[in-house]
């Protein structure tokens, strides 16, 4: 037999072994920050390198999140697919229940429980920040579905999954942020950039930002917003048409 496909073999075995060994049933697990619904769920093994993880972000990020779904009563097949789902292999679990706070039948970005999206969007980043991928799983270890339809509604959940057996050594991230704050804050800054080295240029021997009457990107308080680069962008545009 090739000798790599047997190397690969046994690294299979040994990954399979130290999931086997690190299972650990939820009705007997302490943390302070990861708490699990007291139906069948409490009895499902889980890998305790995942549910670290779980208990790390939520510590960050001042959340304590309930597993409503971990093996027990869930589909066995991804929505949508033929493959296995990463709940039948004690990988990943549900999060429905963010300090007491459900979705509040949450089908999209903008519906239901407000607070839960909040709470959902910190957890998420916190996950993110150590190594977690968003809304794709498919070839990804470590994942963290939310605000998405991606194998199903992940705006009423957050199903999280490890299969490395192995619990992240990342520092967690920002614990305040959310994800639109980052998003915007991110889009701003770069955005910025890029306005300024545009007004900053050279158009028939003068400024673009003298000929439209702007000074830079940021607004006259200093400070850049959102409002300040739309508005310089409609000043450019109205010069170019």
């Known amino acids: 037999m090739n000798q790599i496909l047997i190397e690969e073999i046994n690294k299979n075995k040994r990954l399979m072994n130290l999931l086997e060994n690190d299972l650990v049933k939820l009705?007997?697990?302490?943390?302070s920050n990861v708490k699990y619904d007291n139906d069948a769920t409490k009895n499902d093994l889980v890998t305790k390198a995942l549910?670290?993880?779980i208990q790390k972000a939520a510590d960050s990020v001042g959340v304590t999140a309930t597993i409503t779904t971990a093996?027990?009563?869930?589909?066995?097949?991804?929505?949508?697919s033929k493959r296995t789902s990463r709940h039948m292999k004690n990988v990943a679990v549900d999060v429905a229940i963010l300090n007491g706070i459900?979705?509040?039948?949450?089908s999209n970005s903008r519906n239901g429980n407000a607070e839960f999206r909040r709470l959902g969007n910190k957890l998420k980043n916190a996950l993110v920040s150590m190594g977690y991928t968003w809304n794709r799983e498919s070839g990804n270890d470590k994942a963290v579905l939310w605000q998405t339809n991606t194998g199903g509604n992940h705006y009423n959940h957050l199903h999280i999954s490890n299969r490395t057996g192995v619990s992240s050594n990342i520092n967690v991230g920002s614990e305040d942020s959310d994800t639109e704050d980052d998003i915007s804050t991110s889009v701003t800054s770069t955005a910025k950039d890029k306005l300024n080295n545009i007004l900053n240029s050279n158009l028939d021997g003068s400024l673009i930002k003298d000929l439209i009457g702007v000074t830079s990107s940021?607004?006259?308080?200093?400070?850049?917003?959102s409002t300040d680069i739309i508005g310089t962008i409609i000043k450019l545009s109205k010069m170019m048409s």
């Open 218 to 225: 940021t607004g006259t308080n200093g400070n850049t917003s």
């Open 51 to 53: 549910l670290d993880d």
């Open 71 to 80: 093996k027990s009563g869930h589909n066995a097949h991804v929505k949508n």
């Open 102 to 106: 459900g979705s509040g039948g949450a």
């Open 27 to 31: 009705s007997n697990t302490s943390y």
